[in-house]
Structure formats: structure tokens, C-alpha cells
């Protein structure tokens, strides 16, 4: 069955500290894998698009990894600011039918 | 702003009704994506439209269908509502028909159906 999981549920950290935000899919075959960002009640807004052959890619303070061989992802936030408080999704796209799989998301909250 | 249009921001109706959500995409992106986000299910594809053709079809159920006219908006069709419609509706648009380029997501229509 095809899912995407993540992890932690929810997190909340202290301004200025890093964080790293867990996902996990078993996807097949896999195309690509995107990290999203989503303030509440907002259109979710793209941070990064990663496929199969790219290890890491940056955006700014996000740094998401990629390990298509252990179909994990993880987003990196480094020194976090409130605005960083939002749900971050991890989408997998399907090779088949251009499906997209979401992950439930991580509501991150970050406080002075 | 992302560049994307969606009408209306919100909707009240009741259960039984037809609604009809509308989408315009970024000027010169040919398509269009829909996606129900409800509280329990997290985000859900339900459907893609490349420059007036269905092309891909993702959870979307019989009651609901969707088109996407000349000008390249979109309308996204509920009918015989439930109150588990109730939800955000959201539209986002692409220049590319493959999914693998970035998406531009509106603000979404949220739907109550009471």
C-alpha cells in the first residue's frame, strides 16, 4: 500500500534552535518527494522538490535529505524563527499515474 | 501570493445541496490540480486537468467531477453533500502536464456542510 508517514506528530522548540522533521513512505515506483510548508488555514507553499537521484537539497535555513534506498526523508530547520511555526507535509509523487501521497504532517511550534 | 485564484474563500451549505468551486491558475500554467484537506485525512489528490483534458485521477468520489474550460480555469463540482465533504478545497497549478514541477496552491474554499 502506498503511504507516507511522519514524524513527530508535533514539535516545539525554542527560536533559534534546529530541528529535524521525519518522514518515511513506501511509495512505488517513486518519482519524486516534496516538502511543504503550510501556515494554518493557507495553501501549502513548496520548500523543496527532491527525486530519486538527489541526496540534498537546500532552501535558505531548509536542508531536506533524501535516501530513496531506505525511502526516508527528513527536513532540517536550522535556526528557527516564529515564523517557522506551521504544519510541514511530505508529499510522494507516484511514477504511475501521476498520484501524490501526503503525509499527515508535522505541526512545528516555535516559541521566544 | 502564489498566483492562484480560488472563489469562494468560503461556503456554508447543507447536506443534500450542490456547490461548485471555482480555480484559476497562475497565468500560463496549463495545469490544474485538486485537493480535499479535511482534519481526519490530511491532504487528498483528487484530481488533475492538463490544458482541458482529465489526466490523472487521484480519492475522488462519483458524487464530486470537475473541468477545465477554455481559459484554463476550473470547476470542481460537489454534489449531494455530506457533512464529511465538509473540508478545505484546494486548487493548485503547474506549467508542466508531468507532476514532477513545482505546484502553486491557492487559498483554498472552505466548505461546511451542515
Known amino acids: 500500500k502506498n503511504q507516507v508517514e511522519q514524524s513527530p506528530q508535533s514539535l516545539i522548540i525554542l527560536e533559534g534552535k534546529n530541528c529535524t522533521l521525519q518522514?518515511?513512505?513506501?511509495?512505488?515506483?517513486?518519482?519524486?518527494l516534496r516538502w511543504y510548508k503550510q501556515d494554518t488555514g493557507r495553501g501549502p507553499v513548496s520548500l523543496t522538490i527532491m527525486t530519486f537521484s538527489e541526496n540534498t537539497k537546500s532552501n535558505g535555513r531548509y536542508t531536506a535529505t533524501l535516501d530513496a534506498d531506505t525511502k526516508q526523508s527528513s527536513l532540517h530547520i536550522t535556526a528557527s524563527q516564529l515564523s517557522d511555526s506551521a504544519s510541514y507535509i511530505c508529499v510522494v509523487r507516484r511514477n504511475t499515474g501521476n498520484q501524490f501521497y501526503f503525509g499527515t504532517g508535522t505541526s512545528l511550534t516555535v516559541i521566544p | 501570493d502564489s498566483g492562484v485564484t480560488q472563489t469562494p474563500k468560503h461556503l456554508i451549505t447543507a447536506t443534500g445541496q450542490r456547490v461548485t468551486l471555482r480555480c484559476s491558475p497562475r497565468s500560463g500554467d496549463l495545469s490544474v490540480y485538486w485537493y480535499q484537506q479535511s482534519l481526519d485525512q490530511g491532504l487528498q489528490f483528487l484530481i488533475q486537468?492538463?490544458?482541458?483534458?482529465?489526466?490523472a485521477k487521484g480519492n475522488i468520489l462519483e458524487r464530486f467531477s470537475a473541468q477545465q474550460f477554455p481559459d484554463l480555469h476550473s470547476e470542481l463540482n460537489l454534489s449531494s453533500l455530506e457533512l464529511g465533504d465538509s473540508a478545505l478545497y484546494f486548487c493548485?497549478?503547474?506549467?508542466?502536464?508531468?507532476?514532477?514541477?513545482?505546484?502553486?496552491f491557492g487559498p483554498g474554499t472552505r466548505l461546511t456542510v451542515t
Open positions: 518522514c518515511n513512505y513506501t511509495v512505488s515506483p517513486f518519482s519524486n
Open positions: 493548485a497549478s503547474s506549467v508542466r502536464l508531468a507532476g514532477d514541477g513545482e505546484q502553486y
Open positions: 486537468y492538463y490544458n482541458g483534458e482529465e489526466r
